[in-house]
T-cell receptor, first 112, second 111 residues
Framework: DAGITQSPRHKVTETGTPVTLRCHQT?????MYWYRQDPGHGLRLIHY???????DKGEVSDGYSVSRSKTEDFLLTLESATSSQTSVYFC???????????FGPGTRLTVL | DAKTTQPNSMESNEEEPVHLPCNHS???????IHWYRQLPSQGPEYVIH???SNVNNRMASLAIAEDRKSSTLILHRATLRDAAVYYC????????????FGKGTLLTVNP
């Protein structure tokens, strides 16, 4: 357990509303990531961070923004949620002897 | 990004060895071969990784072909708790440790 929590764990929202998902870690790891996972697919990287205020895009970043104002929190924002953003969102950090990734429990987001 | 090819699904019996193959014919010299698995309703977890030599840890073994164009994850005695999707991933050196997941192999373990 790398001390990663995600909130909320479940959320139902309506199209056009803003949504913010939070990833929190307790061990001051530098790298953090946001992925989405859709049925029948592996995880796809949305955005990642390599330090406070240092972020970069992943392969599916359109429609998403991120912020990291302090080491322990990495926020994912959907400015105007769409039904295509219905998914399970996983946060991860890089840690350990081999810089492997450790994943949070996931947030299930439904956009109606 | 270099890509990997895995079978969509495999089946095994409990307490038998399982060999999960992965092809990565376009691997570059600085790519590490990583394996993660995802249990039902959970996030992925790291299993093992290697560069050129075979590797063992408490979870599994990783056998890497001499030309590095393929690898095999070996579970020595499958248990019901090993039922998961297994992902073979190439991680580029100096890539901010990013991972590119494919669809993986769904392993079913029969009692």
């Amino acid at each position: 357990d790398a001390g990663i929590t995600q909130s909320p764990r479940h959320k139902v929202t309506e199209t056009g509303t803003p949504v913010t998902l939070r990833c929190h870690q307790t061990e001051n790891h530098r790298y953090m990531y946001w992925y989405r996972q859709d049925p029948g697919h592996g995880l796809r990287l949305i955005h990642y961070s390599y330090g406070v205020k240092d972020t970069d895009k992943g392969e599916v970043s359109d429609g998403y923004s991120v912020s990291r104002s302090k080491t322990e929190d990495f926020l994912l924002t959907l400015e105007s949620a769409t039904s295509s953003q219905t998914s399970v969102y996983f946060c991860a950090i890089t840690a350990g002897a081999y810089n492997e990734q450790f994943f949070g429990p996931g947030t299930r987001l439904t956009v109606l | 990004d270099a890509k990997t090819t895995q079978p969509n699904s495999m089946e095994s019996n409990e307490e038998e060895p399982v060999h999960l193959p992965c092809n990565h014919s376009t691997i570059s010299g600085t790519d590490y071969i990583h394996w993660y698995r995802q249990l039902p309703s959970q996030g992925p977890e790291y299993v093992i990784h290697g560069l050129t030599s075979n590797v063992n840890n408490r979870m599994a073994s990783l056998a890497i072909a001499e030309d590095r164009k393929s690898s095999t994850l070996i579970l020595h005695r499958a248990t019901l708790r090993d039922a998961a999707v297994y992902y073979c991933i190439l991680r580029e050196g100096g890539s901010n440790y990013k991972l590119t997941f494919g669809k993986g192999t769904l392993l079913t373990v029969n009692p």
